[in-house]
C-alpha cells in the first residue's frame, strides 16, 4: 500500500516505513513554532491511495485518508551561493541560504471507511 500526500505546496509518494526530507514542519499548536523531535504528525492531504491493485484517487483530496508521520530530527540542507552582478556597474552581491528541512519516518496509512 502506498499513498501520495500533499506537505507545503508539494507531492511526495510514500510507503509505511520510508523515510524523507520536508521542509520544516509546524508542530501545529499554538505557542510552538517548529516541529519536535518524537512528534507524532497526522496527514490529512492524501491525494491518492493504492492498496491491492485498486487505485483510490481524490478530488482533490480522499476525505477520511490519513497518513501517521513521526518526526525524526531537524537538519540543514546543502548550501546553495546566489551570486548577483551587473555587468560594467560593479555591483556584486554574495548570498548564501540553507534550507531547514524536517526528516520523518511513515508510521501508518489510514484509507477512508
Known sequence: MWA??????????????????????????KNSSKAKE????????????????????GAPYIEGAKVEASVLKEEKAKKIIVYKYKRRKKYRKTQGHRQILTRLKISDIKEPK
Not at 4 to 29: A, C, M, N, P, T
Open 38 to 57: 518524537e512528534d507524532k504528525i497526522v496527514i490529512d492531504r492524501v491525494l491518492l491511495l493504492y492498496k491491492n491493485r485498486k487505485l483510490n484517487i
Open 4 to 29: 501520495v500526500i500533499e506537505i507545503g505546496k508539494k507531492q511526495y509518494r510514500v510507503q509505511e516505513g520510508d523515510v524523507f526530507s520536508v521542509e520544516r514542519l509546524s508542530s501545529g499548536k
